[in-house]
């Protein structure tokens, strides 16, 4: 399933109807008694006590909480610091009130908020999304992992402690953060932060990124194939400069492999840019760059460029649809992979050894046999190869990290993506976020420098 599809699903993901999905937060940051309670939603309370009735939809928020499964709850939230976040987000004191008085709705409405926002953070991620620049990844795991269904399961299982567990990335470089973590000094607070921050990034990804993918830090100029969570290859990458042509973060999926690829000329370019009159006006220098133009009727000018070595898309480009445009391909100007500062594309990522790749991902997804790819990429024909088994491909933005030779480090922050992240995570905890980016869109036109 294409990841964007998760986009419908909405507030029913988390295992609650809409109405008492909103409640969970309600309850928790309003109506549980406090003044002094974080108040992170502007929501007006049904209820100015706090008591739930049985027929007020809220109800489906709450759980019942035995005083062991509660103390087992604050247990979590006192460590939680472990895995970046900070327990006092979750109001641990307020808990530790309520678990003193015994078995009462204020416990469990308490209880029941409590593990709704630690969910919440642990699974999705604590920043909001208005603070993840150019993020447009869907996470799947809220509708894998449902908040209510979680609760129901450890309550009755009496494991609430297994949550951490459950909900944490599988990745083995989330790991790695978070023994840094544990290492650093408490006095180097900005060597925390950065921790914190890169920590969180995992958790906007799916919890599972799958048995094979390909995976692309952007600071880091480096893609990666992976299988069974061993790095099969590396690549060296281009990716887009700052500004506008900065290389969005997506979760996509390869269908095909292009060889030889055509490029069809943006009309901003072949008009704007005047290249529709150039290539019709001064055919032998259209001749020499592989381009043919056609002019309707009406005047419009179309203008493709065909495959060959000289061709923007390089020899191959690996073809997952998206509204961004984005993709990996290869590139006539090999040479700027020797480049220390490789943020220069409009967007695309340029991929070094790029026949390899789309050799090896036409193989892996059961599209071709090696001698089959091999003859198709020297054919200098266009050839699109559909793979039988699809492989997700991961834009990220880590700023620290381990690198493809197994070492953590700094890389540097390219677009200034970290301020925004750092901000949230110093900040008050924000309820009722939104699930995917409202950011605009921007078609990447022109995959060549």
């Not at 909405?10 to 549980?32: K, P, R, W, Y």
């Not at 180097?188 to 799958?210: C, K, Q, Y």
């Not at 943006?266 to 056609?294: F, K």
Request: hydrophobic residues 40%; glycine residues 8%; proline residues 6%.
């Amino acid at each position: 399933m294409r990841m964007r599809r998760f986009l419908t699903v909405g507030l029913a993901g988390i295992g609650l109807s809409v109405s008492s999905a909103a409640s969970a937060q309600v309850l928790f940051a309003q109506d549980t008694l406090r003044q002094d309670d974080p108040a992170p939603v502007t929501v007006t309370p049904v209820f100015e006590t706090g008591e739930v009735v049985q027929d007020d939809p809220r109800a489906a928020a709450v759980q019942p909480w035995s005083v062991d499964n509660a103390m087992a709850l604050l247990a979590v939230i006192e460590g939680i610091g472990s895995e970046g976040l900070e327990p006092e987000d979750y109001r641990p004191d307020l808990l530790r009130e309520e678990i003193a008085k015994g078995e009462s709705r204020a416990l469990d409405m308490r209880a029941s908020g409590a593990f709704t926002w630690l969910v919440e953070d642990l699974r999705d991620g604590r920043t909001p999304m208005d603070s993840r620049r150019q993020w447009f990844v869907v996470d799947p795991d809220a509708d894998l992992l449902p908040t209510g269904d979680l609760m129901t399961q450890l309550l009755e299982s009496g494991s609430v402690s297994d949550i951490v567990e459950m909900l944490t990335p599988v990745h083995a470089d989330y790991a790695a953060l978070r023994d840094a973590l544990a290492e650093t000094a408490p006095d180097d607070a900005e060597m925390r932060r950065l921790i914190r921050a890169n920590m969180d990034r995992w958790r906007w990804l799916p919890r599972d990124l799958g048995g094979q993918y390909l995976l692309t830090n952007v600071p880091e100029y480096q893609l990666r194939l992976m299988v069974n969570g061993n790095i099969i290859r590396t690549y060296r990458t281009i990716v887009g400069a700052p500004g506008r042509t900065a290389t969005p973060q997506l979760a996509e999926t390869v269908e095909g492999v292009v060889f030889n690829p055509t490029w069809t000329v943006p009309q901003s370019i072949v008009m704007g840019e005047g290249l529709g009159n150039r290539v019709l006006n001064n055919p032998t220098w259209a001749r020499n760059n592989g381009y043919r133009a056609t002019k309707g009727a009406d005047g419009f000018i179309t203008v493709v460029q065909q495959p060959g070595p000289g061709n923007s898309l390089g020899m191959m480009k690996l073809d997952m649809p998206n509204p961004h445009a984005i993709f990996l391909h290869d590139t006539p100007a090999r040479n700027l992979f020797d480049s220390a500062n490789r943020a220069r594309s409009h967007g695309c990522i340029r991929v070094e050894r790029a026949l390899e790749l789309a050799m090896t991902v036409a193989i892996l997804g059961g599209g071709a046999s090696r001698d089959e790819a091999v003859a198709v990429s020297q054919s200098g024909d266009y050839t699109r190869v559909p793979v039988e088994r699809t492989i997700p491909v991961y834009i990220t933005y880590f700023t620290y990290g381990v690198d493809v030779d197994g070492n953590l480090r700094k890389f540097d922050d390219l677009y200034d993506r970290d301020a925004p992240v750092l901000a949230a995570l110093d900040g008050a905890r924000v309820g009722n976020r939104a699930t995917f980016s409202s950011e605009e869109v921007v078609p990447i036109e022109r995959p060549g420098a």
